[in-house]
């Protein structure tokens, strides 16, 4: 925590890099779940902080729920929430995968609506040229937690209308006849940039799970291109493998 080697180093306020400190620390197991946060006045000492800023940091800490603030007693590193284990042997939606654990989904929307795709969604849907796809683009969230950020490409025909969506999209496009039935889903590790940390509310660089699946109708057609990061700290995909004969 000794200041001169990380305050003023990075953009914006003291109180977010003394936050991202504390939140690093947590991370890395520095600061153990149920262990208690050093108080206010160290922490001030420590790093030639006021204890104003040090307050404000273990405010937003409490606010995103690393911390839990105990009457009389300080304030303790929260025990972490349990990841999630997701199966890849089924063609699922998240809606249904987190319903079927009990947990409630909401999505925060980045983008819905008809665009000019970007190359990787033309070779990915094999549109013709010049032509438009629906997008949608949201903050996934379950039980409250944000848990991935999906960037959707459906071809109009698909998907003639973006708005439609509010909950799932399978959903929708089960509705319309046309629920994708197989997929190819590739997962690659991704250290979360700025903004995609700063919306999955964890710290930036943090592990994160990029994935990209590709599914596909009956007739062999592509009906969607999506591009997802998962948060590493609550997921983990797991395979049943057989051994081949
Ligand atoms: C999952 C899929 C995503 C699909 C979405 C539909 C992964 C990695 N991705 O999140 O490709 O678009 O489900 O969910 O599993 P919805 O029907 O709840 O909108």
Redesign the pocket.
Known sequence: LRPAEWLNREAGPRYVQLRRRLEEAIESGLLAPNSSLPPEREIADLTELSRVTVRKAIHELVRKGAVVQVQGSGSFVREREEKVE?SLSHL???????RRRGME?E?QWLERGVFMPSPEEVVALGLPAGESVSR?Y?L?TAGGRPM?L?R?ALPLDILPNPLE?T???????ERGGVRPNR?I?K?SAKNLAETEAELLDVPVGAAG?S???T?YLDSGRVA?F?Q?I?RGDAYD?VAELRLSN
Request: proline content about 0%; aromatic content about 10%.
């Open positions: 997701q699922t939606s998240f809606t249904e995968d987190m989904t999505s949608i949201r996934r991935a999906e959707a969506v909950t799932s999209l399978y959903a929708v496009l997929a889903q997962i799970l994935i990209q699946r599914s969607e999506t997802s998962y995909f």
